[in-house]
């Protein structure tokens, strides 16, 4: 009987050691000052090579279909990632990647926007207001444009309209916090 529980915490020890092991080996390396924890992959021989990321000169990238994005923060407990979506362009209410129509997630690939988040929609026309969007003057949208310094070439702008992102939709995330509006960021999940 001791030979038997002997061999069998052995064969338990040695089972923790490989697997503890075997995360070790498959967690990439930083890049620069940032952990990339799994399962995101920077290079062929860690992570999950479905969760694959770029590391360029310390910096983390999220390269979508259709163009690629500085990486803002990681959140390995929550599994999410946010990104600095395209800015707007100087003196108007358009954004830089407009001709790259948006973000474009790849959908055989594990991201997905977070439901968390809200979507805006800045100078639309008014066939948007046919979708069940909430565009109204008193709107979270609005709300925004009045008050961040980062979207006054908005405030002439004829629409603008929210939705609670969950989807992979063209979309810029932004969360308020009592008025303070944080940098604008996209969070994938």
Same mark, same amino acid.
């Given at each position: 009987?001791?030979?038997?529980?002997?061999?069998?915490?052995?064969?338990?020890? $040695?089972?923790?050691?490989?697997?503890?092991?075997?995360?070790? @080996?498959?967690? =990439?390396?930083? =890049?620069?000052?940032?952990?990339? +924890?799994? +399962?995101?992959?920077?290079?062929?021989? =860690?992570?999950?090579?479905?969760?694959?990321?770029?590391?360029?000169?310390?910096?983390?990238?999220?390269?979508?279909?259709?163009?690629?994005?500085?990486?803002?923060?990681?959140?390995? $407990?929550?599994?999410?990632?946010?990104?600095?979506?395209?800015?707007? @362009?100087?003196?108007?209410?358009?954004?830089?990647?407009?001709?790259?129509?948006?973000?474009?997630?790849?959908?055989?690939?594990?991201?997905?926007?977070?439901?968390?988040?809200?979507?805006?929609?800045?100078?639309?026309?008014?066939?948007?207001?046919?979708?069940?969007?909430?565009?109204?003057?008193?709107?979270?949208?609005?709300?925004?444009?009045?008050?961040?310094?980062?979207?006054?070439?908005?405030?002439?702008?004829?629409?603008?309209?929210?939705?609670?992102?969950?989807?992979?939709?063209?979309?810029?995330?932004?969360?308020?916090?009592?008025?303070?509006? +944080?940098?604008?960021?996209?969070?994938?999940?």
């Amino acid at each position: 009987m001791a030979v038997t529980f002997k061999l069998l915490s052995t064969a338990l020890f $040695l089972l923790t050691c490989t697997v503890g092991l075997t995360l070790a @080996v498959n967690r =990439c390396p930083d =890049c620069g000052s940032t952990a990339v +924890p799994y +399962p995101l992959s920077t290079g062929p021989t =860690c992570g999950d090579q479905n969760y694959k990321i770029r590391c360029d000169a310390g910096s983390l990238i999220f390269d979508t279909l259709n163009n690629s994005f500085p990486i803002t923060s990681i959140d390995p $407990l929550n599994q999410r990632i946010v990104i600095q979506p395209a800015g707007l @362009v100087p003196n108007r209410c358009i954004t830089t990647d407009l001709s790259f129509n948006g973000v474009q997630l790849n959908s055989s690939l594990p991201f997905n926007i977070t439901s968390s988040k809200t979507i805006m929609f800045l100078n639309c026309t008014d066939s948007i207001l046919r979708s069940p969007l909430d565009c109204s003057a008193t709107g979270l949208c609005q709300v925004y444009v009045n008050e961040s310094s980062r979207t006054t070439a908005c405030e002439a702008a004829p629409i603008c309209c929210t939705f609670k992102a969950g989807g992979s939709a063209t979309a810029y995330a932004i969360r308020a916090r009592e008025n303070r509006w +944080p940098k604008p960021g996209m969070e994938f999940q």
